[in-house]
């Protein structure tokens, strides 16, 4: 089972991540399961000299085209060094990111913006479950600023926007057939949440929607 965390940047993913790695782990030694992790927008490669051209180079780190190119990059590279066949997965973003971010970018078309990904990113399974962080783009906003970091071209309150609304006609649609079977829950993120708040409410629905299916097989 390959679960998955998507949301926009600050909408506390990470946070969330982290503490589902600890809730796992738990789980899969209570019950004798297995557990891989699958992060397949971070540099799982430092070594590599594309890597450390497009880290040092702002004007790379700009362009869409070669963002595309060094994400697919990382994505076969952890689709080639995880253990799909473990009890379950759990994935800090997947190629759904990479759909959302591509989308509609090439005249206006979801078919030719989901090819171009699946074409890049070909070796990557899709996720079984997605837990979708919703925030609203003022907390999103606010929560970017406040990490006193630079902005990234995707973390524009107009990339925002395009994303978020990306992400919900994804979701919503059935355009992305190879997404046909991902089963999607959003989870909202509220201004007054504690990342505690958010671990149990996610924890709790994957206790319902999925850990129980796990020992049932």
Known sequence: MYVCLEGLDGSGKTTLFNGLKIKFDEHCKLHGLTAEIACPTHNSNPDSLLEKLYNRNSRLKNSSLFRAFIY????????????????????????VTSYVTRWRKYRGSAKLS????????????????????????????????????????????????????????IRDSALISRLGKTHWVTVPIYDEDEPVDVLDRTWKILEENVLQLSLKE
């Open 72 to 95: 697919s990059r990382r994505s076969n590279f952890v689709a080639k060094n995880t253990n799909w066949n473990s009890d379950f997965v759990l994935g800090d973003r997947s190629i």
């Open 114 to 169: 989901s090819l171009f990904v699946d074409i890049m990113e070909s070796k990557i399974p899709v996720p079984d479950f997605v837990i979708m962080l919703d925030a609203s783009p003022e907390l999103l906003i606010r929560r970017l600023k406040a990490r006193n970091q630079e902005i990234d071209i995707d973390e524009t309150p107009k990339r925002s926007m395009e994303m978020r609304a990306a992400y919900k006609e």
